[in-house]
Every structure is written in C-alpha cells, then in structure tokens.
C-alpha cells in the first residue's frame, strides 16, 4: 500500500509577533506533531473539506502546530460503472486501514486526527476524530445503500478507538451521544468558523467581474450546498413556485451554488421539482462554485437560503451573515445554535411558510438592512482562528497535558455563541 504526504504542511510556522495574536494565542502548538487524514475530507469540496483546510491551516499559522497530512493514492480507474465505483470504495476502506497505518509509522506523530467520521482501527499512536454529523442515522433514506453500510459499520468502531471525539456543535454532540452511546467526558463541542478576511461586505466594483462570469444579472436568492436529499432544496422551489403565482416574486433567480455528491442522492428530485413547477427559466445550477468567487456570489445575492433538513453545523449560514446578506434557514438541527437572533427561522417542511419568510424579507429593504447588521456582528464570534485554538485544547487534553473541560462540553468558537 502506497501513501502521500503532503511535503508543503508538515513545516512548523511560527506564531505571530505581533502584539495582537500574541494575546490571543493562550495556546501553544510548538513541538507538537499531528497528522489529519485527508483520505474523505481532502477530495470533498464542501463540508468536511472546508473544514479540514481552514483549521489545518490555523493550526500551524497561529499555533505553531506540525501538521501533516496523507491521503489514498487515487485508483486508475475512474469510470462511473458500479464495479469500478466498488473498486475504488474498497480501494479506500483498504488504504484507510491498512496504507494510513503505514504513514503514522514512518512520519511517527503525536497524534492523529481524522475530520471525516471515519479512520484506522488501529492507530500506532493517540487518535481524535471528528463527527459532523448523524444525519445518516436520523435520515438513512438520504443516503446510497454502500454509503449507509460504511458508515453504519465505521463511524462507531472509530468513534470507540478514538481517544477523542470532537463534535462541531452541541446539537451534533447530542445526536453522538444517543446514538453511538459513547462516554460525555469523550465528546468535546468544537465549533467551526468562517474566514472573515474572505467572507465580508464588497464593493460592486469588487464583484461586478464575477456577476458577470456567472451570468447572475437579475437579483437571486442563493443556496450553498450539496444537491443532497436533506438540503430540501424542492420545498424551497416549491415557496417560490407560490410567489410567482401570487405574482410576488418578479424577475429573481434561484441560484443553487452546490454539485452532485456521491452516495448522496438528491439531485434527480430537485430536477424532477423544477420541471413539474415549471421554473426551467429561474432556477441556475452554477455547480461546484470555486472558493474565490464564493465571497462575491455570497454578495450578490437578496438573501441567502438553508431550508435544510438536518446539518451537524451549517456553514452557509455564518458565511452569508459575514457577507451582510440577510438569511433564511431551517428552525432544526444545529441551525437556532449558529444562527442565533440574527437569521429568520422556518420549519422545513412548511412551503407556506417558507414562501412568508421569502416574501417578507425580499420585500422589505429595512428588514434586510437589520438583519445585515444583526448577522455581521453574529459572524464575528465565528472565527477558524478559534476553531483551531479549541482543537488544540483537545489535543493537549488526550495527551495529558491540557486543560480541557472533562465534561466534554462546548468550546466555543467566541462571542457567536
């Protein structure tokens, strides 16, 4: 079994000089080596990707964290048939426990940590995994047979061997808790962050190139995301199919900025959704959306939606507050958590109310001009910065010489809380 190492983290970075981060950084990374297996989270664009590329990224730059990555070699069979499709799973499942086993005992770290669920069995050395999730427990309907039988099978075996379970909210925390039944001292709440360098208020100057790269000239509402079953993008469609008939909706869009992802179907009934409504012309599917054109799209944008069903976080919904867009999202899961006062709250499966809610905002420039305000200040206690500071504390605690609550309750994420 082959394995990769990506050369470009494993140097150590310093913390910062200047007077500033110094009085943030209560936490010191030096001399600390951990690897994170990029095995799921390294090809996943969204998620647990955004995820495991922003704190990797804080946990060097502002803690002086070694941090090192590897990752499965990519099968040379990429067709889309089921038997290749098996092959490259199995390929997977393979390295992941046996060629990620090989990596530890050559680069012999501290620790290791595996963002994505799922990890080796058989650690040669202390282990923390991250749940976002347990969605596909509460929605297994949601989820491709071969996906639900790895993930029913290994997020329990890796969330016993862990030493550790960081979960990214105190929803997720709960959902850990009743259904993999593990110790509370074990499950530690790390919220997740937005980058407010990126994500913030622009100028139209600053996002008329990529308006006009998209093609997005008349106002939209916009969705972040995968075009997953649980996302509830048809009830969404289905609101706005109400507002054309009461003529309430004018020339807007819907802009789904999100693609396909495997064992995730979803995709066929948001097709099925448009057609039967007939809102071929309003709604554009901009696919995968690369991450510097995000922040302008994010501005673009009326409001941003998340009528979801479940998520472990929701990372939408801090990135459009730290953009001053106004938004809209689900009243359940882990969105009330994040979203606090400053988002207007709806339950999922009500169309009516969704319809309300957009007609509402959408209408009323002073009602969106407070919830900017409301959603901007919400989004500043939301930083990687403390993501990583808070992960780091997890660490120190599984290796015996940290601080962190034995509990296992919330490390925030700063003031958002």
Same mark, same amino acid.
């Given at each position: 079994?082959?394995?990769?190492?990506?050369?470009?983290t494993?140097?150590?970075?310093?913390?910062?000089?200047? #007077?500033?981060?110094?009085?943030?950084?209560?936490?010191?990374?030096?001399?600390?080596h951990v690897?994170?297996?990029?095995?799921?989270?390294?090809?996943i664009?969204?998620?647990?990707?955004?995820?495991?590329?922003?704190?990797t990224?804080?946990?060097?730059?502002?803690?002086?964290v070694c941090?090192?990555?590897?990752?499965?070699?990519?099968?040379?069979?990429?067709?889309?048939?089921?038997?290749?499709r098996?092959?490259?799973?199995?390929?997977?499942?393979?390295?992941?426990?046996?060629?990620l086993?090989?990596?530890?005992?050559?680069?012999?770290?501290?620790l290791?940590h595996?963002p994505?669920?799922v990890s080796?069995l058989?650690?040669?050395?202390?282990?923390?995994?991250?749940?976002?999730?347990?969605?596909?427990v509460?929605?297994?309907?949601?989820? *491709?047979?071969?996906?639900?039988?790895?993930?029913?099978l290994?997020?329990p075996?890796a969330?016993?061997?862990?030493? !550790?379970?960081i979960?990214?909210?105190?929803?997720?925390?709960r959902?850990v808790?009743?259904?993999?039944?593990?110790p509370?001292?074990?499950?530690?709440?790390?919220?997740?962050?937005?980058?407010?360098?990126?994500? =913030?208020?622009?100028s139209?100057?600053?996002?008329?190139?990529?308006?006009?790269?998209y093609?997005?000239?008349?106002?939209?509402?916009?969705?972040?995301?995968?075009?997953? !079953?649980?996302?509830?993008?048809?009830?969404?469609?289905?609101?706005?199919?109400?507002?054309?008939?009461?003529?309430?909706?004018?020339?807007?869009?819907?802009?789904?900025?999100?693609?396909?992802?495997?064992?995730?179907?979803?995709?066929?009934?948001?097709?099925?959704?448009?057609?039967?409504? #007939?809102?071929?012309?309003?709604?554009?599917?901009?696919?995968?959306v690369?991450?510097d054109?995000?922040?302008?799209?994010?501005?673009l944008?009326? !409001?941003?939606?998340?009528?979801?069903?479940?998520?472990?976080?929701?990372?939408?919904?801090?990135?459009?507050?730290?953009?001053?867009r106004?938004?809209?999202?689900?009243?359940?899961?882990?969105i009330?958590?994040?979203?606090g006062?400053?988002?207007?709250?709806?339950?999922?499966?009500?169309?009516?109310?969704?319809?309300?809610?957009?007609?509402?905002?959408l209408?009323?420039?002073?009602? =969106?001009?407070?919830?900017?305000e =409301?959603?901007?200040? =919400?989004a500043?206690g939301?930083?990687?910065?403390?993501?990583?500071?808070?992960?780091?504390?997890?660490?120190?605690h599984?290796?015996?010489?940290?601080?962190? *609550?034995? *509990?296992?309750?919330?490390?925030?994420?700063?003031?958002?809380?």
């Open positions: 079994m082959g394995y990769k190492v990506d050369s470009e494993t140097e150590k970075r310093p913390v910062g000089s200047d #007077g500033e981060e110094q009085a943030t950084t209560d936490l010191d990374g030096e001399g600390l690897v994170w297996d990029m095995t799921h989270a390294g090809r664009r969204t998620g647990t990707g955004v995820y495991a590329q922003n704190v990224a804080a946990l060097q730059k502002t803690f002086g941090v090192s990555t590897l990752i499965a070699p990519r099968p040379l069979d990429h067709r889309s048939s089921l038997p290749a098996a092959m490259r799973g199995a390929h997977q499942v393979m390295w992941t426990q046996f060629g086993r090989a990596g530890l005992r050559r680069l012999k770290p501290d290791l595996a994505a669920f080796t058989v650690p040669p050395c202390p282990l923390v995994v991250t749940i976002h999730d347990m969605a596909y509460r929605f297994p309907q949601h989820y *491709s047979k071969p996906w639900l039988w790895y993930t029913r290994l997020v075996l969330a016993r061997r862990a030493r !550790a379970v979960a990214v909210s105190e929803h997720a925390r959902d808790l009743r259904y993999l039944r593990l509370p001292k074990k499950v530690h709440v790390v919220l997740q962050g937005v980058d407010l360098q990126r994500f =913030r208020p622009l139209g100057l600053a996002t008329e190139g990529v308006a006009r790269r093609g997005l000239d008349t106002p939209f509402i916009l969705h972040v995301g995968n075009l997953a !079953a649980r996302k509830n993008i048809p009830t969404l469609l289905s609101a706005v199919f109400r507002l054309k008939r009461a003529h309430s909706w004018g020339a807007r869009k819907v802009v789904l900025a999100g693609g396909v992802s495997p064992g995730l179907p979803g995709y066929a009934d948001i097709e099925a959704t448009v057609e039967a409504l #007939g809102l071929e012309t309003d709604v554009v599917f901009l696919g995968h690369p991450d054109d995000l922040p302008a799209i994010y501005n944008a009326d !409001a941003v939606v998340m009528p979801t069903l479940h998520e472990g976080f929701g990372v939408p919904v801090i990135e459009g507050m730290a953009c001053g106004p938004v809209i999202a689900a009243d359940t899961s882990s009330p958590e994040v979203a006062d400053a988002a207007i709250l709806v339950d999922p499966k009500d169309v009516d109310a969704w319809a309300g809610a957009l007609s509402r905002v209408s009323n420039r002073a009602l =969106r001009q407070e919830m900017a =409301r959603g901007l200040a =919400r500043r939301f930083t990687w910065e403390n993501t990583a500071r808070n992960t780091l504390a997890v660490y120190r599984v290796l015996g010489n940290g601080s962190h *609550s034995d *509990s296992g309750g919330a490390a925030s994420a700063g003031g958002g809380r």
